[in-house]
């Protein structure tokens, strides 16, 4: 059945699951600005390309979940982060959020 997170498992969730991703996807912009700077065109578009197919399968996975048909207002409050990059790590922090705070009768 469900339980509620442990400790370890929060600090293992926030670093690996939000932390981690978001440094990475924005060293990954911050790197493609300097390489457009400095003239490398080609190589800043090829640093952002995973950011688009992140962008891309992010978008799908708002639609899944957020269901924008159903419940528009709520859906389009998540919408910003898709486009940031950052929503796979607002739905990590719902699921700590979410097993942090369950308790037995909710079951």
Known sequence: ?????????????????????????WTDVYLAVKLHIA????????????GYLNMGFSFYAWIKYENP????IQALKT?????IQFYP???????????????KSDV
Request: charged share 15%; glycine share 10%; with cysteine.
């Open 1 to 25: 059945g469900l339980k509620r997170i442990e400790k370890n498992d929060v600090i293992n969730l926030l670093g690996l699951g939000v932390i981690l991703p978001s440094i990475d996807v």
């Open 39 to 50: 003239g490398h065109e080609g190589w800043a578009q090829a640093m952002l390309f995973p």
């Open 69 to 72: 048909m159903k419940t528009p």
């Open 79 to 83: 919408l910003p982060f898709v486009f």
């Open 89 to 103: 790590q607002v739905r990590a922090l719902k699921v700590i959020t979410n097993g942090c705070f369950y308790q």
